[in-house]
């Protein structure tokens, strides 16, 4: 059964980082892709950034420079740092998890497990 547990969202002011977790249980996740999403009410779900198992990134060019991802397999944990944040970066962020190797880029329909999200926003 895959897990994903979101923390670390809060309320900041624009220029400010925050680092959000995702808790996955369930399976080993190890050879697994995973990503970080965001959306706001009324618009479509966005891409932001992929990991997979040899350790490649891809990410939203949008977003690129400002947010890192990254991933702790001892403790089954994926990261997204977010600095210089922005009112725009105000959103319902979510993590996301797929069997598949590797992905070309952070594209929501290549994932088929997804968490509840945390909300981050920013003024």
């Known amino acids: 059964h895959v897990q994903l547990v979101e923390s670390g969202g809060d309320s900041v002011q624009a220029g400010g980082s925050l680092r959000l977790s995702c808790a996955a249980s369930g399976r080993n996740y190890v050879k697994w892709c995973m990503g970080w999403f965001r959306q706001v009410p009324g618009k479509e779900r966005e891409g932001l950034a992929t990991l997979d198992w040899r350790g490649i990134t891809a990410y939203a060019d949008s977003e690129k420079g400002r947010f890192t991802i990254s991933k702790d397999n001892t403790k089954n944990t994926l990261y997204l740092q977010m600095n210089s944040l922005k009112p725009e970066d105000t959103a319902m962020y979510y993590c996301?998890?797929?069997?598949?190797?590797?992905?070309?880029?952070?594209?929501?329909?290549?994932?088929?497990?997804w968490g509840q999200g945390t909300q981050v926003t920013v003024s």
């Open positions: 996301a998890a797929d069997p598949r190797e590797w992905v070309v880029a952070p594209e929501k329909t290549l994932f088929a497990h």
